[in-house]
């Protein structure tokens, strides 16, 4: 028995032969019953093309039968190749919007990403073993541990807090982006200068031989006991560490 229509399986899709001396409504019904019959063997993974061979269709046939197909099978039909040229179906189209989407779902996805994985180098903080000598500095996007000395000279800043496992006699610099409630913690408070947020204390080097000279909320304070600077009422206080300090830091 004559065939009058033919359906041939490359590398990208398909090829569909149509005899040229047939009427298109019986080559139409014959490429259904087809697909129809071999829905089962059309096991494309991706969007395919499809060429159509051996007679011209006008643009509502065509898209009458690419309906037939979809209807039928589980094609995704994105290209019809007419005279070697692949033109786009509105399938194609489609996809192509919800790529589009997707890939600004993903873009949307790595910047709150990137945004978690700084948020959390900021709360992180960072170490920094020995002793910085005149010259030398330590900056932190977060906060800042020195397990070591910080010597005249010498600069430790940090966006959050600056805590010296050490003497510090160089600078300190905490809440560098402007943050008042940042604060500075030292085993040894003999600073050239420190500064919290906008806010800046000085000493003088007759001063630093004494110990840290900055207002004190209690008279007296051995300066070989661990301080704290931190800011109230718009000034830098230096105190001994005690559960009770960081408990009102902390309210």
């Known amino acids: 028995m004559k065939q009058s229509v033919m359906i041939k399986g490359n590398k990208i899709g398909l090829t569909l032969w149509m005899d ?43 898209s009458e039968i690419l309906e037939g197909i979809s209807g039928i099978t589980s094609l995704r039909i994105a290209y019809i190749i007419d005279e070697d ?30 945004l978690l994985e700084e948020e959390k180098k900021k709360n992180d903080g960072i170490f920094y073993k ?5 010259g030398q500095s330590v900056t932190s996007n977060s906060s800042v541990v020195v397990i070591g000395d910080v010597n005249p000279g010498a ?5 959050g807090n600056v805590v010296i496992l050490g003497a510090l ?7 560098t982006e402007g943050d008042d409630h940042s604060f500075i913690v030292a085993l040894e408070m003999r600073p050239m200068q420190l500064r919290i947020g906008n806010h800046i204390a000085r000493n003088s080097d007759e001063e630093r031989k004494k110990g840290f000279q900055l207002k004190k909320k209690k008279k ?5 006991e661990p301080q704290m600077a931190f800011v109230e009422d718009g000034e830098i206080y230096v105190e001994p560490i005690s559960k009770s300090l960081i408990h009102e830091l902390m309210i």
């Open 155 to 159: 600069t430790v800043s940090a966006v």
């Open 130 to 134: 020995g002793t910085l000598r005149s």
């Open 20 to 62: 040229p001396n047939e009427e298109y409504q019986v080559l139409y019904e014959e490429m259904m019953n087809k697909f129809e019959a071999s829905a089962s063997f059309f096991r494309f993974s991706k969007p395919i093309a499809i060429k159509f061979e051996g007679r011209r269709l006008t643009q509502e046939q065509i």
């Open 85 to 114: 040229i692949a033109i786009e179906t509105k399938f194609h189209q489609l996809i192509s919007e919800k790529e589009e989407e997707k890939a600004a779902l993903l873009e949307e996805q790595r910047r709150k990403e990137r």
């Open 220 to 224: 007296k304070a051995e300066i070989t």
């Open 169 to 175: 006699k160089g600078y300190a610099y905490a809440g």
